[in-house]
């Protein structure tokens, strides 16, 4: 893990999304947690050294900000749309999904529950542990149900996927317009340290860039419309996009999935058929 602040550590180099913990005066405080059960008992351990884990807040709905929760006995807080994507999640696939990731995780998974939030906000929310104030901002735009974690004290934000810095960028389920809307509202902030969804830590110096790759993304998609394309020509003939950035750690292969994903949901947004899972 990497000390950025006085008291923030970040994980930005395993399998799953990016992820860390605040020590405060009054315990820890987790924000996501790792995709991999037997990564979680790992943090677990390196956690116990420094204090008991007061809270987790989670940034977003995907796995691989929440499936590590399980592993903590502390309360969970994030959008209320992260709960309920929790609390929808298919256990079973779930699970066999994770299962694949190394031969320790099958024996962590037995009689796996997800730690799932009891503490849920729409718009926002204000929690104070110790001597530290983290500020949660709802900002659709990857899913429905993104937060920004301010830490005020450290000057760091945990963005959520809202960024993906130098690594490609998934927009399976994005609207892209509030996502432009996000990285705008991540600009206006005091902060100035970013800790993105994915790829290393970042400054907002990358917010044009991040823009600028959703922005190519649309025209993209919305060409091939023009074109008189249907979804399917479109999801089988546009494979253009994924070579500009690498896939983030432990997502090789993925790229070709990725991009049909993207390309299909990006054409329901532009033809009228998207709908916020
Ligand atoms: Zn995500």
Redesign the pocket.
């Known amino acids: 893990m990497q000390q950025l602040t006085r008291n923030v550590f970040v994980e930005t180099q395993i399998r799953g999304?990016n992820h860390g913990f605040v020590t405060t005066s009054d315990g820890i405080v987790m924000i996501d947690s790792p995709h991999k059960p037997s990564d979680a008992l790992k943090l677990k351990a390196e956690i116990a050294k420094r204090g008991p884990v007061r809270y987790i807040i989670n940034t977003?709905p995907?796995g691989?900000?929440w499936t590590g929760n399980a592993f903590f006995e502390a309360p969970v807080i994030a959008h209320e749309g992260v709960r309920r994507r929790i609390l929808e999640t298919n256990l079973e696939e779930h699970v066999a999904r994770v299962a694949t990731f190394g031969p320790e995780e099958p024996k962590l998974l037995e009689g796996y529950r997800p730690n799932a939030p009891i503490i849920t906000f729409k718009n926002g929310m204000t929690l104070h542990v110790g001597n530290h104030t983290f500020e949660m901002i709802h900002m659709p735009g990857?899913?429905a149900y993104q937060a920004a974690i301010c830490i005020k004290e450290e000057g760091v934000v945990f963005t959520s996927?809202n960024i993906f810095h130098k690594v490609h960028t998934?927009l399976q389920e994005a609207n892209p317009d509030l996502w432009l809307v996000a990285l705008e509202s991540l600009r206006k902030l005091d902060e100035e340290i970013f800790v993105p969804?994915h790829g290393a830590v970042c400054g907002k110096d990358y917010l044009p860039e991040q823009a600028a790759f959703i922005q190519e993304w649309k025209a993209y998609v919305k060409d091939a419309i023009d074109r008189g394309m249907t979804k399917n020509e479109a999801i089988e003939r546009l494979t253009a996009m994924t070579d500009r950035y690498p896939m983030d750690v432990g997502q090789d292969g993925m790229a070709p999935g990725v991009m049909k994903r993207n390309v299909a949901n990006l054409y329901d947004y532009f033809t009228g058929n998207y709908r916020p899972i």
Do not use: M, N, R
Request: with cysteine; hydrophobic share 10%; glycine share 10%.
């Open positions: 999304c977003e995907h691989d900000h990857h899913t996927d998934w969804g």
